[in-house]
């Protein structure tokens, strides 16, 4: 038991650890903040490509869509930041692993945006156009509104898938706060700061775990 | 003979609000018994009493003399079957088709065998004149016929009582008739039944006796013209007048 | 374009290495096949216990539930690959790959079964019991089927979304696609067998994708 304890749950390891892991934690927000940022702007555009009436533009946009479904994000990631050197294409840590994910989390973003969108009524667009609205005005003011206001609980469950995500760049070497956490563990022998930056992400991502489990609760009734 | 129904000194609180108190009521066998009252006047909770979908806080009720109050959880599930029930939403099962919705508590509950299960339910859906919708899905089926299918899935079960609990509310007005139909034919042939409703035209033509409630007691009760046509008593008059000045 | 498809699509370097990305592409399949079917029995089961209402069941699973879906599985992976053999207790990569994917489909798909079940009406739980069905026979063949149903859609997009994560695997000496290709892009010098990679992936899940479209589809009625 105390084995565990020290093994696991050690706090002096954890207190040398915290500092190194914040360092982490503020990079895993940056890339965060640009994933999620640029990642719902993306889905978007892809989700309202994706259900255009242009066949030249709906099939190309839903084969993005399933292409990036169904490639692991690892294999994307791993990729770009080894694949593309040999073809001359260089970049940081960081570009590769934000176009990465990216290209991956628009592609379910885009998916949920989709089905609120689809969700819709043809009456909506109908009513808007007839009382002379253009059509971004419709969009932008009638439609859009609606559909993000009817998956906002999946548009958030994907925000934490995203936030998870992240913790693959610790992969690439992109000091992170998994990466951190893995980095000091290495060093101590101990895995309390793995320990600790489990516990830091639960943090982050339990309060929005709830949310979403309340959400939904309240559609299904 | 004793009857085939008895609640006796039925009591129901939910929390610090008393719906029932002292329900004492008698059905005979064969007997068609109407609940009519405001609503939130207990009848509801009454007849959901009478197979303890509502556990009663206190009192006892006799099915066919034996007291269900006294069952404990295993028994009650074979108890139930005693009581045959029908809901104002219907309630059919909406994965399984019609048939399979009338042959589920027959094999499950009754362990009939499939196959006598299945004759037994082709009979019942005949009696409710869907036969030859066994193989549709519930929601092929408009309201009056998903709440014969419903009806059928409670007597493929040999109840000794129906209860039926509002069964017409949720209908359009012109699918109602079918339902009534079905009901009256049941009687016809000897079926116990206690029916909760607002149907007042199919209470005075097929009831043998009216009983109504009103804040958790039952205020008065006699035949369907003694208490249309010559209510005792106040609220009864105030209720009667109000409902059928709405009509 | 020469260039280009001499660096992603050298065909000697694709010739020598796919016996090896085939092999590799069984065990991820194997791999993925018992996480989904472990994953989903053990969510079945704990929704099931949960319909039982008692807090001593419930609250351990919430905790489960919450905890594996608000941690990143990589950390887990870590912990578990890493850690337990400091108290003597050392997993294989593949059986910590296993034991931590299991868990967080485990914990996504008691949500969604719990969902289904708590969006059904209470008549339907009325009608069963009225008809003498005991609890358990009313939760096997009245509640659950229509459960499953309306989860199967979120199901299978969570299902394929964690059996790719077998290639976190990589990281922890599992010999699935990745690692494999990997290893075969140091040994050859050339991004060939990372395109064989995404290939192989593609393979896989490109048809589970379309598998999920359509049951999106055809399940998407509401009672």
């Known amino acids: 038991m105390s084995n565990i304890a020290d093994m696991f749950f050690n706090l002096d390891i954890m207190r040398q650890a915290l500092p190194l892991l914040m360092q982490g934690l503020v990079m895993t927000l940056k890339l965060c903040a640009v994933v999620i940022g640029l990642g719902l702007i993306?889905?978007?555009?892809?989700?309202?490509?994706?259900?255009?009436?242009?066949?030249?533009?709906?099939?190309?946009?839903?084969?993005?869509?399933?292409?990036?479904?169904?490639?692991?994000?690892?294999?994307?990631?791993?990729?770009?930041?080894?694949?593309?050197?040999?073809?001359?294409?260089q970049m940081p840590a960081f570009t590769a692993v934000a176009v990465a994910f990216l290209l991956n989390n628009s592609a379910y973003y885009a998916e949920v945006y989709r089905a609120g969108l689809q969700s819709l009524p043809s009456g909506q667009w109908e009513a808007a156009r007839a009382t002379g609205l253009s059509m971004p005005q419709t969009l932008v003011h009638v439609i859009i509104p609606q559909a993000v206001r009817n998956v906002l609980p999946d548009l958030l469950s994907n925000t934490i898938e995203v936030v998870k995500l992240t913790s693959l760049a610790s992969v690439v070497?992109?000091?992170?706060?998994?990466?951190?956490?893995?980095?000091?563990?290495s060093v101590t022998y101990n895995s309390s700061p793995l320990v600790l930056a489990a516990a830091i992400y639960l943090v982050l991502l339990w309060p929005c775990v709830r949310l979403v489990s309340r959400f939904q609760r309240k559609l299904s009734i | 003979m004793t009857p085939m129904l008895e609640i006796a000194g039925l009591e129901k609180n939910f929390g610090d609000v008393q719906v029932l108190r002292s329900i004492d009521l008698k059905v005979a066998r064969g007997e068609l018994v109407f609940v009519i009252g405001p609503s939130g006047s207990g009848k509801s909770t009454m007849l959901r009493c009478c197979n303890r979908l509502e556990e009663p806080t206190s009192g006892s009720i006799f099915i066919d003399g034996r007291n269900i109050m006294n069952?404990?959880?295993?028994?009650?599930?074979?108890?139930?079957?005693?009581?045959?029930?029908?809901?104002?939403?219907?309630?059919?099962?909406?994965?399984?088709?019609?048939?399979?919705?009338?042959?589920?508590?027959?094999?499950?509950?009754?362990?009939r065998p499939k196959a006598e299960a299945e004759t037994r339910a082709m009979d019942m859906l005949g009696r409710v004149g869907l036969a030859h919708k066994a193989k549709a899905m519930p929601t092929e089926l408009s309201g009056g016929q998903q709440q014969r299918v419903a009806i059928a899935r409670a007597l493929a079960l040999d109840p000794k009582?129906?209860?039926?609990?509002?069964?017409?509310?949720?209908?359009?007005?012109?699918?109602?008739?079918?339902?009534?139909?079905?009901?009256?034919d049941l009687n016809a042939e000897g079926m116990t039944m206690v029916v909760v409703s607002h149907e007042m035209g199919f209470a005075r033509e097929?009831?043998?006796?009216?009983?109504?409630?009103?804040?958790?007691?039952?205020?008065?009760?006699?035949?369907?013209?003694?208490?249309?046509?010559n209510p005792q008593q106040d609220r009864t008059r105030a209720f009667l007048s109000r409902v059928t000045g709405a009509e | 374009m020469e260039r280009f498809l001499e660096v992603f699509f050298a065909p000697q370097v694709f010739a020598r290495y796919a016996p090896d990305v085939l092999y590799a592409m069984m065990t991820t399949l194997w791999l993925g096949l018992v996480i989904i079917l472990a994953g989903i029995g053990l969510g079945l089961v704990l929704a099931c216990l949960r319909?039982?209402?008692?807090?001593?069941l419930t609250l351990p699973i919430v905790i489960f539930a919450d905890v594996m879906r608000a941690l990143p599985p990589l950390v887990l992976i870590l912990i578990f690959y890493f850690g337990l053999p400091g108290l003597g207790l050392t997993l294989s990569g593949p059986l910590v790959l296993f034991i931590v994917l299991t868990a967080v489909l485990a914990a996504f798909a008691e949500e969604i079964f719990w969902a289904g079940l708590t969006a059904l009406t209470r008549g339907q739980w009325e009608a069963g019991r009225a008809t003498g069905l005991s609890f358990f026979q009313t939760l096997i063949h009245v509640a659950l089927p229509q459960a499953v149903r309306m989860g199967i859609p979120s199901l299978v997009n969570?299902?394929?979304?964690?059996?790719?994560?077998t290639a976190l695997g990589s990281v922890i000496g599992v010999k699935e696609i990745l690692a494999v290709s990997s290893s075969a892009q140091a040994m050859s010098g050339s991004a060939t067998p990372l395109t064989m990679a995404a290939l192989a992936y593609l393979a896989i899940f490109l048809p589970a994708v379309v598998l999920a479209r359509w049951l999106e589809r055809r399940f998407s009625w509401r009672v």
């Not at chain 2, 009582?161 to 009256?184: I, N, Q």
């Not at chain 2, 009216?210 to 009760?221: N, R, S």
């Open chain 1, 42 to 89: 993306g889905g978007l555009f892809l989700a309202l490509a994706a259900t255009s009436p242009r066949r030249w533009l709906r099939w190309p946009t839903m084969a993005l869509i399933d292409l990036m479904r169904a490639l692991p994000p690892l294999v994307l990631l791993i990729f770009i930041y080894s694949g593309m050197p040999f073809a001359g294409v």
């Open chain 1, 173 to 185: 070497s992109l000091a992170e706060l998994l990466y951190q956490a893995n980095m000091a563990r």
């Open chain 2, 71 to 111: 069952a404990l959880s295993a028994d009650l599930n074979r108890l139930r079957l005693q009581t045959g029930m029908v809901f104002q939403g219907f309630h059919l099962y909406p994965h399984m088709t019609v048939l399979k919705n009338v042959m589920l508590a027959q094999t499950k509950a009754l362990k």
């Open chain 2, 161 to 184: 009582v129906m209860l039926f609990d509002e069964p017409t509310s949720a209908l359009d007005p012109e699918l109602v008739g079918s339902v009534l139909k079905v009901m009256k």
């Open chain 2, 206 to 229: 097929a009831a043998d006796r009216v009983v109504f409630m009103d804040g958790g007691v039952v205020v008065e009760q006699g035949t369907p013209d003694q208490v249309f046509g």
């Open chain 3, 51 to 56: 319909t039982a209402q008692c807090w001593w």
């Open chain 3, 158 to 165: 969570r299902a394929l979304a964690i059996t790719k994560m």
